[in-house]
T-cell receptor, first 110, second 115 residues
Framework: GENVEQHPSTLSVQEGDSAVIKCTYSDSASNYFPWYKQELGKRPQLIIDIRSNVGEKKDQRIAVTLNKTAKHFSLHITETQPEDSAVYFCAAANTDKLIFGTGTRLQVFP | ETGVTQTPRHLVMGMTNKKSLKCEQHLGHNAMYWYKQSAKKPLELMFVYNFKEQTENNSVPSRFSPECPNSSHLFLHLHTLQPEDSALYLC??????????????FGAGSRLTVL
């Protein structure tokens, strides 16, 4: 079955800096790669997703890149703000089953 | 009521109790999921129901028993749990199409404590 690894587990940045979180997956048939943000005490919410027919997708300050050959994908957050502080999860899916990475706790210091 | 609703939000039970978690989605989705969230394994897939049929049972112990009577409702029946089963149980739903997986919408979770 699918296995998703995520790094780093914690990430601290200064406000205004960029943050990058990386994930690798094992199942070459996976074709859907979402990223979720979970603030303390709240439910995970989708922030951006990408399908395997696209190499990069951007939405304002966040972007995701996908390298199918290497089986890895990354989340990029530019001009970080304190409200970006949360746990971020990547996931990979083939068919109806989403397998999540272990999460990255991002702290943005003002 | 919109989105995905889970009840109860908090549950404390003894190891010999029988209880159930309930999830209801109002999004017209065709797939529902149970995930377990704990410090050890942040988002661990337990069960998937697609068009009310169970398509995935991720080697979950039989003390957890799912039930999906229709595409809008999902239950997790709990029986003779262990303290290590204490966790946040998240329900989610999605619209699975021909292209496969799609966005998951999560409920707020049921915080379970097993004494």
């Amino acid at each position: 079955g699918e296995n998703v690894e995520q790094h780093p587990s914690t990430l601290s940045v200064q406000e205004g800096d960029s943050a990058v979180i990386k994930c690798t997956y094992s199942d070459s048939a996976s074709n859907y790669f979402p990223w979720y943000k979970q603030e303390l005490g709240k439910r995970p919410q989708l922030i951006i997703d990408i399908r395997s027919n696209v190499g990069e997708k951007k939405d304002q300050r966040i972007a995701v890149t996908l390298n199918k050959t290497a089986k890895h994908f990354s989340l990029h957050i530019t001009e970080t703000q304190p409200e970006d502080s949360a746990v971020y999860f990547c996931a990979a899916a083939n068919t109806d089953k989403l397998i999540f990475g272990t999460g990255t706790r991002l702290q943005v210091f003002p | 009521e919109t989105g995905v609703t889970q009840t109860p939000r908090h549950l404390v039970m003894g190891m010999t109790n029988k209880k159930s978690l309930k999830c209801e989605q109002h999004l017209g989705h065709n797939a529902m999921y149970w995930y377990k969230q704990s410090a050890k394994k942040p988002l661990e897939l337990m069960f998937v129901y697609n068009f009310k049929e169970q398509t995935e049972n991720n080697s979950v112990p039989s003390r957890f028993s799912p039930e999906c009577p229709n595409s809008s409702h999902l239950f997790l029946h709990l029986h003779t749990l262990q303290p290590e089963d204490s966790a946040l149980y998240l329900c989610a739903s999605s619209q699975v199409g021909r292209v496969g997986a799609n966005v998951l919408t999560f409920g707020a979770g049921s915080r379970l404590t097993v004494l």
